[in-house]
């Protein structure tokens, strides 16, 4: 059986106050609790700033991890009370947490006892530690999504699509990323509107600026790959 693993490391965490640190890891928690009632994700946050998922139903991986991206992207942190020298900080904002996912078979799987052992884990967490910024002095940032297997032609299917998305979800404001991770989590706009408190109409019109249309179908085109 193959699944969806996720490893992802928070951007410039070590850049925040221990205040937002605090408030990002609280988040985590709530995070994985939602993940796991709509998807039966068992997710764990290690040293505060580093999630590890298992997509148990391998091909719902990219809606997870894009789950995951705008719910992080959305979290209140204000960049106006840094200096505005630490451009670290707005990294944070403009890409929230850089993600990778790992699809293959896992060898010891067991949530009770917090296993999560063999390929799909080794290469969602191989991927994201070639790629970590820790202690650079002026940081870079290309990419945040990854994918990794050991096919080689899924790779090259799915990398040119992570990057797009990227670019995407990069542009989007925090309230366009909390109407994404509302609608990524299976809600409908109405549902939607009353638990932001706003329109319906403002709902459409988010979905619309974040490009929703073009993330369903990337989503879409994942499970149809991965299923077959």
């Known amino acids: 059986m193959k699944y969806s693993v996720i490893s992802g490391d928070i951007i410039s965490?070590?850049?925040?106050?221990?205040?937002?640190?605090?408030?990002?890891?609280e988040k985590l928690k709530n995070l994985l609790k939602d993940l796991e009632e709509e998807f039966n994700v068992y997710g764990r946050i290690i040293k505060g700033d580093y999630i590890e998922c298992v997509v148990?139903?391998?091909?719902?991986?990219?809606?997870?991890?894009?789950?995951?991206?705008?719910?992080?992207?959305a979290i209140p942190i204000e960049v106006k009370t840094y200096k505005t020298s630490d451009s670290r900080v707005k990294q944070f904002k403009i890409h929230g947490i850089r993600l990778a996912i790992g699809y293959g078979e896992l060898s010891r799987y067991s949530p009770k006892d917090g296993i999560i052992d063999g390929d799909a884990?080794?290469?969602?967490?191989?991927?994201?530690?070639?790629e970590?910024?820790?202690n650079k002095e002026r940081i870079v940032i290309k990419n945040t999504l990854f994918f990794a297997s050991k096919d080689e032609s899924l790779n090259k299917n799915f990398q040119p699509l992570l990057a797009l998305l990227?670019?995407?979800?990069?542009?989007?404001?925090?309230?366009?990323?909390?109407?994404?991770?509302?609608?990524?989590?299976?809600?409908?706009?109405?549902?939607?509107?009353?638990?932001l408190g706003i329109g319906q109409s403002a709902v459409n019109q988010h979905s619309t600026s974040v490009g929703w249309n073009a993330i369903e179908e990337a989503v879409n085109y994942y499970k149809m790959i991965v299923t077959n």
């Open 13 to 25: 965490s070590t850049s925040l106050t221990g205040e937002d640190r605090k408030l990002v890891e």
């Open 56 to 73: 148990p139903n391998a091909s719902e991986g990219l809606q997870v991890a894009l789950a995951i991206k705008s719910f992080v992207k």
């Open 121 to 130: 884990i080794y290469l969602s967490g191989r991927e994201i530690s070639g």
């Open 132 to 134: 970590t910024t820790y």
């Open 166 to 195: 990227d670019v995407l979800i990069s542009k989007a404001t925090s309230r366009q990323c909390e109407v994404l991770y509302l609608k990524l989590m299976n809600n409908q706009e109405d549902e939607i509107a009353k638990r």
